[in-house]
C-alpha cells in the first residue's frame, strides 16, 4: 500500500479578527459582508472537550460493495466503535446531501425558490436546488470555533461549486455570502477530484485576507511541488496534509476537530496507479441481487413532460414511478460497464482505507486517540444496475439511501451494532453535543449522543460529553424522512440510452419501524416543491421486512386492505415534510 509521509506543513498566517456576531447579524439582515480585517475569532478553548474527526466519502454504498474492503477501517475503527444499522441519507445526492449535514437541516427548510420540474438539468449535484442563505449561516464548525474554542480544518470536498462565493444557477437568496470568510474553518484546503486537481487553499503563499484572491489557489499534480504528499494522487494528498495538521495543532491547548472528505468512490472513480492491478478489486463486479435489472413486472416508455391533472397515481399501470419503469433492460454492454465501474470505486476506496488508517496513526502519535471521536460516514449510496439504474443515486431505495456509518471513541461500546432510526441531518447536533453544546434551535436533527456513548459514567469520557448526555432523553424514533427534488431530465447516452432523472422523480418519503412492521413509503409529486405534496401522480411501498430488496409495490393492495396503515403512514409522512427546529422528531 502506498507510504504516507509526514511533511512539515504550511506557516500559518497571522490575522486579524471581529466579533462573530457582527457577521451573523449582517447576513440576518440579509446585507452579508466580510469585514475587512479578517475572519471572527475562536472562542475561549474548551478544557474538557475531546477532539473530533469526521471522515465523509462520497457515493459509498453500503449494501452493493462499497464497504467490502475497508479492511484497515473495519479493524482500527468499527471493531473499536459501533456500526450504524439503521442509518440512511436524507437527500440521495451530493450537494443538498452536504449542505443537510453541515447544517443539521431538512432538505425541506433549506431550498430554493426553484420550481420542479426543472425544463433544463440542474448544475453541480443539483445545487440550484438549494439556497445556501439558509445552511452556511448554521453550519456546525462555525459553532465549535466560536463557543468551545475548537480549532477547525476542512481537506477536501465542502459544497459542490465551493464554499466561496457560490453563485450555482442564481437561486441563492444572499449570492454574496462567503462561508470561506465567516469563520468555520481555521484552515481550508478545499477541493475535489482525483488527480491534477486545484484546491481553495487559505495557507498558500500570497493568500491574505479576505481569502479571495487568485493566490489562495495550489494545483496537485504528479511530480510537482506536492508529490511527496501522495505523488498528485489528491485521496493521498489531503490525507497526508490531515496527518500534518493533526501534528500541527495537537498539543496546542485546543481541542480540533477535522473534516476530510475525498472524492472517493464518486465517478470517474480514478484509482491510484498503485491499486489499478493486483488488488481483491479486481474480480470485482456490480451485485447481482433481486433488483439488479429490475424496474418492475409492469413497464412503461419514457416520456418528457408529467401526466395531465386527472391522472391515477398508477401512471401506466406500473409499478414503480416513471424514472424506474421506463428504463430499458441491461444489455451486456450496460452489464460490462457497471462492472467496471465497481471495480474502480473499489480501487478508490482502498486509497481511502489508506487514509482513515494514517489519520488513526496521526492520532496515536500525537497521544490524542483516546480523547478523539470519529465518524465515518458517506453522503448517499449508489446504483449499479439496481432498478435498472446505471451509476448515480437520486433514488428512495436502500442502495441510494443506505451508507456506511461508524462512529468511536470514550464510552461508545466496541463491535456493537448502533439500531437508532438516523439520517446525515442528526449529524451537526451530534458532533456538536460531543462538545457539550446544546442543539441550536434552527437545527431540526438530532443528538444521537445519548444512543452512541452508552457507558457515560467511564472515567475516560470527557466531562462536556458527561454533561450533554445528562440532558438529553432517550430518543425513541419509529421512521425517519427522505426527501428529493428533481434536478431535470438528465440521461445517459451509452452503452444505452436511459434517463438518470426526470420529471417524476420528486419525492417524499419515511422509512417506518413500528408495531405493524417496517415500511418505506413514497409520494410522488412532479410539482412537489410548488404544491407541498398535494398533487401526488403515484405513491410506493415496500414491505421492508417481507420485500428488502424493493420489488413489490403494496400501495394499492394495502390502501384497499388496511387503509389504516396508509393513513398513519401518510401522516407521519407530512408531519415530518411541516417540522421546523426542535418540533422534528
Known amino acids: 500500500k502506498a507510504t504516507v509521509s509526514v511533511l512539515n506543513c504550511h506557516t500559518p498566517h497571522t490575522m486579524a479578527t471581529i466579533p462573530r456576531a457582527v457577521l451573523l447579524a449582517a447576513a440576518a439582515a440579509h446585507a452579508w459582508e466580510a469585514h475587512p480585517s479578517g475572519p471572527p475569532p475562536a472562542g475561549p478553548a474548551c478544557k474538557d472537550c475531546p477532539n473530533i474527526v469526521l471522515l465523509l466519502t462520497d457515493d459509498q454504498d453500503e449494501g452493493i460493495g462499497g464497504w467490502d474492503h475497508m479492511s484497515q477501517t473495519e479493524r482500527l475503527i468499527q471493531a473499536r466503535g459501533v456500526y450504524g444499522t439503521e442509518y440512511r441519507i436524507h437527500t440521495p445526492i451530493c450537494a443538498p446531501s452536504r449542505a443537510e449535514m ?59 461549486g465551493e464554499c466561496g462565493v457560490n453563485l450555482e444557477g442564481g437561486f441563492n437568496s444572499e449570492p454574496t455570502m462567503n462561508l470561506h470568510q465567516m469563520g468555520a474553518f481555521d484552515v481550508w484546503f478545499e477541493g475535489t477530484g482525483y488527480q491534477n486537481g486545484e484546491f481553495y487553499d487559505n495557507r498558500a503563499k500570497g493568500c491574505a485576507w479576505p481569502w479571495n484572491s487568485t493566490a489562495c489557489s495550489t494545483k496537485v499534480s504528479p511530480g510537482g511541488e506536492w508529490a511527496g504528499r501522495g505523488d498528485g494522487y489528491l485521496t493521498s494528498t489531503l490525507s497526508n496534509l490531515t496527518v500534518e495538521w493533526i501534528h500541527e495543532v495537537a498539543g496546542q491547548g485546543r481541542p480540533f476537530f477535522v473534516y476530510f472528505a475525498p472524492h472517493a468512490p464518486h465517478s470517474p472513480a480514478k484509482p491510484p496507479r498503485w491499486y489499478r492491478r493486483g488488488t481483491v478489486c479486481d474480480t470485482m463486479i456490480s451485485p447481482r441481487i433481486p433488483n439488479y435489472n429490475y424496474s418492475g413486472v409492469h413497464t412503461t416508455t419514457c416520456t418528457a413532460a408529467p401526466p395531465t391533472a386527472g391522472t391515477p397515481w398508477w401512471w401506466g399501470g406500473t409499478d414503480f414511478h416513471e424514472l424506474v419503469s421506463c428504463q430499458p433492460p441491461y444489455s451486456e454492454a450496460d452489464a460490462a460497464a457497471s462492472d467496471a465501474l465497481q471495480r474502480n470505486r473499489c480501487r478508490t476506496l482502498l486509497a481511502v482505507d489508506d487514509a482513515y488508517a494514517a489519520i488513526i496513526q496521526a492520532l496515536k502519535d500525537t497521544d490524542t486517540l483516546e480523547n478523539t471521536y470519529l465518524l465515518v460516514t458517506s453522503d448517499h449510496g449508489y446504483n449499479l444496475g439496481h432498478h435498472r439504474l446505471p451509476s448515480n443515486k437520486f433514488l428512495i431505495y436502500e442502495h441510494s439511501l443506505k451508507v456506511p456509518f461508524v462512529a468511536s471513541g470514550p464510552g461508545i461500546p466496541h463491535g456493537k451494532n448502533f439500531t ?14 460531543l462538545a457539550g453544546i446544546d442543539t441550536p434551535a434552527v437545527m431540526d436533527g438530532r443528538s444521537l449522543v445519548r444512543e452512541l456513548v452508552t457507558a457515560p459514567q467511564k472515567a475516560d469520557v470527557p466531562e462536556a460529553v458527561r454533561r450533554h448526555v445528562g440532558t438529553l432523553a432517550p430518543l425513541n424514533r419509529t421512521s425517519t424522512f427522505h426527501a428529493y427534488f428533481s434536478q431535470g431530465p438528465f440521461s445517459q447516452k451509452s452503452p444505452t440510452w436511459r434517463p438518470l432523472d426526470d420529471w417524476s422523480n420528486t419525492y417524499i418519503g419515511v422509512t417506518y419501524s413500528g408495531p405493524e412492521g417496517r415500511f418505506k413509503y413514497a409520494k410522488y409529486d412532479p410539482y412537489g416543491k410548488q404544491s407541498h405534496f398535494s398533487t401526488p401522480y403515484m405513491h410506493e411501498l415496500f414491505d421492508m421486512t417481507a420485500d428488502p430488496y424493493e420489488l413489490h409495490n403494496i400501495y394499492n393492495a394495502t390502501l384497499a386492505a388496511n387503509p389504516d396503515l396508509v393513513a398513519k403512514l401518510t401522516t407521519t409522512l407530512h408531519q415530518w415534510y411541516a417540522c421546523r427546529g426542535q418540533e422534528c422528531p
Open 420 to 433: 437508532t432510526l438516523s439520517t446525515q441531518v442528526d449529524i451537526a447536533p451530534t458532533i456538536l453535543g
Open 102 to 160: 453541515q447544517s443539521g437541516r431538512y432538505y425541506t427548510n433549506i431550498v430554493s425558490k426553484k420550481h420542479t420540474p426543472p425544463r433544463r438539468v440542474a448544475p453541480s449535484g443539483s445545487i440550484q436546488q438549494l439556497d445556501l442563505a439558509k445552511v452556511w449561516p448554521h453550519i456546525f464548525p462555525t459553532t465549535l470555533r466560536a463557543e468551545k474554542g475548537y480549532t477547525t480544518a476542512m481537506f477536501g470536498k465542502c459544497m459542490n
